[in-house]
Structure formats: C-alpha cells, structure tokens
C-alpha cells in the first residue's frame, strides 16, 4: 500500500487469468467495486492480468457503461502486455479513454 | 398458412407483378432510359424467379432466369430497349402468365408450353449474346448473381476508391462457450495481412444485470488488407462458420454490395457515421472531422444539418451509400409503424358479406315499419337508429368492392399497341379519368364490351395514315379512354379521332339488311344506334379483328345485361365517342318506392328529379297525347298503370284498411302514408339526359333496396330490370328506368320524325 500513495478512490486489481474461465467471478467483483464506490473516479488496475480473451474485453466494456450510467468514471491502470495488445487490436483505446502506453509497431 | 395457400399467394402476387411489368414495359417504350421503369420490370422478373424457386417451380425458375439476365444487361446499360426487345419481353411476360395460370391449376405444363419457353429462351439467348458481345465480362458476371439493387448512374457501376477487403462479423453467443475466442480469428487475420482499421461492435451487451460474461456479445467491422485470396480470408473463419455470421466484400466492390451490407446489418436505429465506419467507407478520423463540422455548425447557431448531409458536402462518401444508410434508418422507423395497410379478401367472403347486408337491409326496413305501426316513440326513435346505421353499414360495405377502373384500363395500353402493330397503324392511347370507382363485379364484366369498342375504333374508326395527313391530321391516330362519374351511374367513353360514323353507308347498308325501310326517316342517333343491331357491319372486308362473330349488338347485349345503356356522339370526318353509362353498383341501391294500385315498384333514387302532381287540368290539357307542361318545357309520361295492366286496387283490401281505420286516426301521418288522398302523381327522372315522368299513384318515399334478379322466365320483361322484398313481405319491382326513357324517348322521335314527313296527314289527324 505504501507504493500506491495518491491511490485515494478505492481500487480494485485483477491478476492472473482474466477470461471465460473467471468471467463470471469477475463482473460481480467489478460490479460491487462500481456500485459499492463512493467517489466518483474508480480505478481497475490491470497490472497483473496474464491472459485475456473476448470475454474479458466484454467485462471491461460492461465496466466503463455501468461506471457512466451511475455517472462515475472508471479508469483502467497500468494495463498489461496481453491487455494493451487486445485494445490495440480491436482499437478501443479511444472507447475507454484511458492513457496508454502507445508501444512501436514492429 | 399450408402450402397450397401459400401457392395461391404466390400466383395471385405474381400474377401482379406481371401486370406491373406489362406496364412497365409498354411505358418503357415510350421512354427507353427511364432507370425506375427498367428497375421496376427487372423486380418483377426477379421477384417471381424467387418465389418460384420457394416452391421448387424449376421450369418457372428456368425460364424467368433467362428473361432476368437480359433485363440484368438492360438494367447494366448493356443492352439497349428497342421495340424488338420490348416486343420479345412482352411474350416472355406472357409466357409467364403462362406458365403460373399452370401452376395455379396444379397441372404440369403440355408438351407446347415446354417448347415455347426454349423457343423463347433461344431468342431471350441470342438477343443477350448481341448485347454480350460488346461486353461480355459483365455479363458473366450479372449471370451469376445480380444483386438485387438499383444501380444508379455511373457512380454505381464502378467500385468504391477502398483497395481493402472489408469484413463483417458477428458472432453467435455461445462462441466462448464452445471454447473459441473472437478476437483469436482477427488475430489470425493479422498472420497474412494488415488490419487496416477496426470497429468493435458493443451495442449488443446488455444491461449489467442481465449480461451473462459467458455470453459472447461482440461483432467486429474490418478493414483488411491482403494480398491473400478470399479462400483464405474465408479459411480463416472456418471454425466459426455455424456460430458467427461472417460476410466478406472484396476490394473495389461495387457501391451496391455496400448497400447490400448496410440492409443486411442486423443492427438498428444506428446512427449513420457509425454504420458508414462499419462499412470501412469512412475511417474513424474521416468520421471525426464530419462531427467536429457539425458541432461547429451547431456552436454557430446554425440548425444542426443532419450527418448524413455533412459528409456528403465534404465529398467523403459517396452520396449513394450515405443514401442506403439513411433508407435503412428510414425502413427501421416505418417497419415501426406497421405495415398492415392492406389485407387480401377473398372475393366470395365479400359477395358473402354484401349478401348478408342485403338481407339486413330488409330486416331493418320490416322492423322500421312495425315500429312505425306500434306507435311507440321509443321503438321508432330506436328502428331509425337502426337505420340509420344499417344505411352506414351498407355504405361501407359496398366501398369494400369499389374498385378504380385505372386497371382494366392500363390493359387496353397493350390491347393499343398490338393491334396497332396488326393493323398498321401508329395510334396512342389516352387515358383519363382512372381513378373513377366502380364494383369490382362491373368492372370485370365490362372488359370484352371494352376491348371489343376500342378494337372496332381502331380498325374502322381510325383512318390509314395517309388518309389522316391528306385530311390534315396528325399521322398518330388518338384513341381515347375516359371515366367519369355522372348521376349515379358511371360513364366510360371511348373516343377516337378517327373519320366518324358514315351516315350515308349505315342507312345504305341498314336498307340493304332490311334493318330499316327506304322510306323511312331516321334521327342522326338512331342512325348511329343502327351499328349495334345484329348482323351489321359496314367494314368493307373482313380482316382479323372484325367479323368474327362478335359484333356490336354482343357489345350491347353485355351492357344492356349490366343495366347500362350505350350512346354515340359521332361527327364525320373529326371522330366518334362511344359512351357506355353503368350502375355504380350491381346489388344494393337507393330507391323511391311508388305505389300504382296495390303493387309497389322501386325507381332507383339517383335518377329521381322531382315529383309533381298530375291534375287534372295538365291531363285535360295534353289531349291524351301523354305529354305535360312542366315549368314551360315539354314532359313526356308514362302511365305505370297502364303499361302494366294493373287493376284498380280490389275491394277486398279496401275493405281490410277500413278495419284498421280506427287504429290509424290516432296517427294522422300514419294513415296519410298508409291511405294517402287518391290523386295522380308524376316521377320526374332523368337518365343520360333525356328526361320523362312516370304517373303514379302514391309516393311512398325513400327506401333502400336489394336487388334481385329476376328469374329467367321472366328475363325478357320490358321496364322491369328487378325485384326486391319489402319490409311488409311483399314483393316490389324495380322499375328499368333506361329503358322507360328509351320508349319514351324513341316514341318521340318517331313522332317527330313522322310529322316532319307527313306533316299534311298528321294535321288532318
């Protein structure tokens, strides 16, 4: 906790697997981080995930309209490799919003 | 629906279609590079091609397939309309025709028919490879499958600018289940090409609450670059064949396979600079900048121009495919409003439905005077209700079967343009008046009498070219169809510009026939009315449209039997009219009932003018010649009485009304209608513009009336043209006014004729 000083709205992080296999574990996790938040800035951190697949793509989709339907903003941290690689491919850095590191295509 | 129904469906619509590509042919004519009219017959083709192959109609589907490549090549502009095409399309049209009335009688079509469709498969073949010649890729090409869209100018037939493949995928929702990933295909994808730009599809995820995260939601547009073939590009997506619906266009499509796209897309009420994205027509940024001019536009208090509109100003796509977005956001929006306008009825439920009005209507009109009879103001109060509902419904019901004559006539265009090819002749068709309504059951009976007027104008009526410019006349002969409607019947004329009726050869021609006697001397009508007797005909020879037995006294007879008249208005050398006056309707009229002794007769309403009285001093006045002085001008009667030998009422039911003369004195209105003053009165009515009075006993006022035929015995009674059933049970005819005013007004014409030529022996009488 002592590296995460600035972290003032509650986080939450994902690691290992984030795919069909742990999907349906997952958005109850997000949801409840979403509702459950009483600021209105909410933070994902992605460092650790390892895997992702289309489902967990449609999670973090599902995350971003229920984060503005309840008029929050949820931002999406330090994305991992397999993450950043799936936004590039199906270019949806622009839906999310979110800095990313921008990698040289080679 | 069962199969069969579902057939009849089929033959009813195609059956329609045909009619709509006759049409259009026969206007194409006339306007060879009008795209609607060429897009409207190549429809029609199409449309049945395809309904026919539903049911596994292969000789339908082989044949209209050949007939659809050429109108392919026409719509390609590879092909030219020319009449000899026009003229070949019209037999196939035919043939078509051919073809369902077969498959509607559920028999397999004779050895003939088989060989007409490859005799005109050949010609449909040869005309095609004239054209292929000087283009024959396309034609390949338009073979295998055209696509079933308008290809508008120049800007439809060439493909668009993109040199990418375009990809669309959607994926079923049970992909991640069965263990495959979405994004592992467009990962695929990039092994042997470029993912030129993407859009990811997130509309279809639900609401949190309803989302299953096993469920797979998304769908991808690409813009692909490759320099692999579309085998490949297919390979790739050969596991999810059954889960996902993968469409791939490839590089310089045609503006109408994005169309194509954009109709097909499942998605609705999209917005249109997502769907032109999703085409790959427009990159995000091209979108972007389109949105920024919108949003300035709207920063500067300008009335937001609607997308659409912005990126065709900017050039950025082409206005067709912004055209296909908005149709489809448009068809989204009027699929919402419900398409039911119009349902099909079987016309024996209809008949079924008038017929039972019918009997509502004598219902209601026996109960009206036994509520008349009790003298219960509410029983009257509530049978006028009645009534006057009944009178709405009736109203409404018969509406049901107007139908406009536009239809019938529009056939006559075809009847027009072979005949004049026939005979040769250049003769124009004219038509006004189409929208005029009348029962359906007229107008399919009206259609030979029709075609047999406009055949006879054409060959006898309409002079030889030369003739015409030798008269000073243009060398097009006109024939004209009109439709109007005129005191409650509905006249249809049929004009021509023709030489006009030869008075001189009718009579000579009439002596010759002993039709009349050479001392005998007729009025310019009944001259003219000489052509519609039996047997005569003035055509000095007989070709193929005349003299084959049909001749104008069947064209009569017809009219006549649908209780319409015929009229001729004829000047020599400048033209003819024939005019065929028709009830509106066959089964249920507005009557005035009358009464002459103890029956009761029923003269439609519409040709009802006035009622006068007749007294006695107008009788004394017109010395038993039955004519009267009204208001200054001539009258002539007819007494009903005495045309049909009714009897003074007998004593008997004198005798019966006295009984009931108590009950009456309470209700001095009632006795006045059920015993009226004795006293002549006169119908005035008119029809076709002669006018005559029929002297009557009683009025006995409005009332409404079924018609019913009479029987075939009594078929050939003169002045009676039905019967109907009265509210008390008794039977009332229905009185032929025609042909009342006929009589009376031949009757004159005969006496005027006689006084002009033996004036001396008609003053001595």
């Known amino acids: 906790m002592a590296d995460m000083p600035e972290a003032v709205c509650p986080a939450l992080a994902i690691a290992g697997e984030f795919t069909i296999f742990t999907a349906s574990t997952l958005k109850e996790q997000i949801l409840q981080t979403i509702r459950q938040a009483e600021m209105t800035e909410v933070e994902i951190d992605l460092s650790n995930v390892t895997e992702i697949d289309s489902a967990g793509l449609q999670l973090m989709i599902l995350a971003k309209i229920e984060a503005l339907g309840r008029g929050k903003n949820i931002h999406f941290t330090r994305h991992s490799d397999p993450v950043l690689d799936l936004i590039d491919l199906c270019d949806l850095a622009g839906f999310f919003g979110d800095p990313v590191l921008i990698r040289s295509k080679n | 629906m069962n199969l069969d129904d579902a057939l009849k469906t089929f033959v009813i619509e195609s059956r329609e279609l045909l009619e709509n590509m006759e049409e259009a042919l026969l206007k194409v004519e006339q306007s060879p590079d009008d795209a609607d009219l060429i897009n409207a017959i190549f429809r029609a083709a199409h449309t049945i091609k395809g309904s026919a192959g539903l049911f596994g109609l292969d000789h339908v589907v082989v044949f209209t397939h050949n007939a659809e490549n050429v109108l392919d ?61 000087s283009a024959p890729e396309s034609t390949a090409m338009a073979v295998s499958e055209p696509p079933p869209f308008v290809r508008e100018g120049d800007a439809a037939g060439s493909g668009v600018e993109s040199d990418n493949w375009h990809i669309s995928l959607r994926f079923g929702r049970d992909v991640l289940r069965n263990g495959m990933d979405p994004v592992s295909f467009i990962r695929y994808l990039t092994t042997f090409g470029r993912i030129v730009s993407i859009v990811t599809l997130t509309e279809a995820i639900p609401g949190a609450d309803q989302m299953d995260a096993e469920d797979c939601y998304l769908g991808f547009e690409l813009n692909y670059q490759t320099t692999a073939d579309k085998a490949t590009i297919e390979g790739a997506f050969e596991f999810v064949q059954d889960d996902a619906r993968v469409r791939i266009l490839p590089p310089h499509s045609k503006v109408v396979e994005y169309h194509d796209l954009i109709q097909s897309l499942p ?19 091209e979108l972007d900048l389109a949105l920024k001019a919108q949003t300035e536009a709207r920063a500067g208090g300008e009335l937001e121009p609607p997308i659409g509109e912005v990126l065709v100003s900017q050039q950025v796509v082409r206005p067709a495919v912004v055209e296909a977005a908005l149709q489809k956001q448009k068809q989204v929006k009027d699929n919402k409003g419900g398409d039911a306008a119009l349902i099909r009825v079987n016309a ?50 018969l509406q049901l079967r107007m139908v406009q004559i536009g239809a019938t006539f529009n056939k006559f265009q075809r009847v027009v343009r072979d005949v004049s090819k026939e005979i040769g002749k250049d003769i124009q068709l004219e038509i006004s008046g189409a929208e005029t309504e009348l029962d359906k059951t007229v107008v399919e009976k009206i259609g030979d009498p029709l075609t ?138 507005d009557g005035f009932l009358v009464g002459v002794g103890a029956s009761s007769f029923v003269v439609p309403l519409e040709m009802v003018e006035e009622c006068v009285e007749l007294t006695q001093e107008e009788i004394d006045a017109s010395q038993g ?68 009075g029929l002297v009557v006993d009683t009025l006995q006022g409005e009332y409404q009336t079924v018609i019913r035929p009479l029987g075939a015995v009594f078929n050939g009674i003169e002045g009676i043209s039905g019967f109907t059933i009265l509210g008390t049970g008794h039977v009332a005819l229905i009185l032929d006014v025609p042909g009342l005013v006929r009589r009376v007004a031949g009757r004159d014409v005969r006496r005027h004729a006689l006084a002009s030529n033996y004036a001396p022996s008609e003053q001595t009488a």
């Open chain 2, 73 to 133: 090549m026409v719509r390609a502009a590879e092909l030219r309309i020319t009449s000899e095409l026009v003229a070949l399309l019209l037999e196939t049209c035919d043939h078509m025709g051919a073809l369902i009335d077969h498959v509607e009688a559920g028999n397999a079509p004779p050895e003939e028919v088989g060989s007409r469709s490859d005799e005109l498969i050949d010609r449909l073949k040869s005309h095609a490879n004239q054209g292929a010649a």
């Open chain 2, 348 to 397: 024996e439920t209809l008949d079924e439905h008038i017929n039972l009005i019918g009997e509502l209507i004598i219902a209601s009109a026996s109960i009206n005077l036994l509520a008349l009879k009790s003298g219960v103001p509410e029983q009257i109060e509530a049978a006028s209700v009645m009534n006057r509902l009944v009178e709405n419904v009736r109203d409404s019901a």
């Open chain 2, 625 to 692: 010649r039955d004519h009267l002085n009204l208001r200054g001008e001539l009258l002539p009667f007819i007494r009903l009485k005495d045309l049909f030998d009714i009897p003074e009422p007998p004593a008997a039911i004198q005798d019966d009304e006295e009984e009931e003369g108590e009950k009456l004195a309470i209700d001095p209105e009632l006795a006045f209608l059920l015993q009226p003053v004795k006293r002549e009165n006169v119908v005035v009515v008119n029809y076709a513009g002669h006018r005559a």
């Open chain 2, 267 to 285: 998605e609705e009420e999209m917005r249109l600079g997502e769907i032109l994205v999703r085409c790959g027509t427009l990159t995000p940024a």
């Open chain 2, 452 to 589: 047999h007027l406009i055949r006879n104008s054409m060959d006898h009526g309409i002079e030889s070219a030369e003739v015409r410019l030798a008269r000073g006349k243009p060398a097009q002969g006109t024939l004209r169809l009109n439709a109007y409607h005129d005191s409650g019947s509905i006249a249809i004329e049929v004009t021509d510009d023709g030489g006009g009726l030869s008075k001189e050869r009718i009579l000579a021609k009439a002596i010759e026939r002993g039709l009349v006697k050479p001392d005998q001397a007729l009025g310019d009508n009944e001259i003219h009315n000489l052509i519609f007797e039996p047997g005569f005909s003035t055509a000095e020879r007989v070709n193929n449209l005349s003299g084959r037995g049909v001749g104008m006294d069947v064209v009569r007879r017809n009219i006549t039997a649908l209780r319409g008249s015929t009229e001729i208005d004829s000047v020599e050398g400048v033209g003819t009219t024939i005019r065929i006056r028709l009830p509106l309707t066959l089964a249920i009229i």
